[in-house]
């Protein structure tokens, strides 16, 4: 549970002490803890989706849903080819992928790895260590974890350098359209948002306890959203009337009486729904705990590639690589020779990659993509 959100995220990122093993294994305790028997499976999900109603990080995503309805496995992998290429693959290497999903990044990267090589997969969404089963390889290990465990999971492993990691951010086709997850507003089902159905506090476990002034600082600083005020103090009137907002629809209907002025083909809803679901599952304080790590699990010239789809993502990734890439933080003038200087852990791999024409148009949730690549030094 995070203790208050006084600055935006993208201003006060988590130091690397935080990530620490300590800091890691003790989020691992607290998920194993909590972690009761495997739920049954999800009930089956709906073929049809419309774009005007869905929890979305972005418009882009809402699009892609609309383009791509169907089956349960209808979630295309983003950049699949361009972050497979920037791992650059040794057969016999290890490798990490902390955003398992549907499994289309792990799939790619095995068929390039050898019969020496390995990897293993991290997710914390139940749905997704499901879908992981059908793959039968003895190469492959799937861990139900968020990846912010990844160092104390591997440790544990006898793991304590990897080749590379990659990792695909935010939230997945499959988990919008199954109603029960409480991540879209087309349905009217129990507001939950967490990508571990087995463990931590729902949004409407959420919303029952906080502060008018805690929820409009969650809004504004996750959500981006600039009538986050007026929204906290619909949402609390609300609950403090005696009708507390348990479900998408009721949350979906305070928040359009709230917003007057909203993107046009966007609910209003939107931003405040991206707010929920990044705080109620931590998502960019795992996110700056994770980085450190990779940091600290790569090998000499491993490399790591993150794909993010909103800027408050992709500004930890950029921040976090560039201070790597650049050490020198001494004063100017400062009496040093250049061989005493700090040198860089990481460097950056070219420049940031997006999806082309060609994707966009196959998959229009991947329009907001980015993808940043950097490569560990030889620097301990």
């Given amino acids: 549970m995070i203790k208050g ?49 869905m929890s979305v990080s972005d418009s882009s995503l809402a699009n892609a849903i609309a383009e791509n309805t169907g089956s349960e496995n209808s979630h295309i992998t983003v950049l699949l080819e361009e972050a497979v290429h920037a791992l650059a693959v040794k057969p016999s290497g290890i490798y990490v ?23 293993i997969a991290f997710d914390r969404d139940l749905s997704a260590i499901e879908s992981s089963e059908a793959i039968n390889d003895q190469r492959f290990t799937m861990v139900h974890s968020h990846f912010a465990a990844m160092q104390a999971r591997l440790a544990g492993m006898g793991i304590t350098k990897v080749d590379g990691i990659l990792l695909d951010l935010g939230i997945s086709s499959p988990q919008i359209d199954e109603a029960s997850r ?30 008018e002034q805690h929820l409009a600082e969650v809004i504004k600083n996750y959500g981006e959203e600039r009538f986050a005020k ?32 909203f993107e046009p083909g966007q609910n209003p ?53 560039r201070d790597q890439a650049n050490r020198d933080d ?28 060609k994707e966009i148009k196959r998959n229009p949730r991947s329009r907001s993509a980015v993808l940043r690549v950097a490569e560990r030094t030889h620097v301990a």
């Fill in 330 to 357: 001494l004063p100017a003038n400062f009496p040093v020779r250049a061989a005493d200087l700090p040198q860089p852990k990481l460097m950056s791999v070219g420049k940031a990659i997006k999806p082309g024409a």
């Fill in 269 to 321: 809803a939107t931003r405040t729904f991206q707010a929920l679901r990044i705080f109620v599952n931590q998502e960019l304080e795992e996110l700056s705990l994770t980085m450190p790590q990779c940091l600290a699990l790569l090998a000499p010239q491993g490399r790591m590639a993150v794909i993010s789809f909103h800027s408050l993502e992709d500004r930890i990734v950029k921040q976090f690589i």
């Fill in 97 to 119: 992928d902390g955003t398992f999903g549907r499994g289309g990044h792990t799939k790619k990267i095995l068929e390039q790895l050898g019969s020496n090589g390995r990897l």
């Fill in 5 to 53: 959100v006084k600055s935006a995220p993208t201003k006060a990122l988590v130091s690397s002490k935080l990530a620490s093993l300590k800091e890691a294994q003790k989020l691992e305790m607290s998920n194993l803890e909590s972690l009761g028997s495997k739920k049954s499976k999800l009930e089956k999900r709906s073929s049809e989706v419309s774009t005007s109603n």
């Fill in 182 to 211: 409480g991540f879209s507003f087309r349905y009217d089902a129990p507001l939950d948002m967490r990508m571990d159905q087995s463990s931590g506090q729902t949004a409407a476990e959420f919303l029952a306890i906080t502060t």
């Fill in 230 to 261: 007026q929204i906290a103090r619909a949402i609390i009137t609300e609950r403090n009337d005696g009708r507390a907002i348990t479900t998408t629809g009721q949350l979906t209907k305070v928040v359009a009486g709230a917003v007057t002025r």
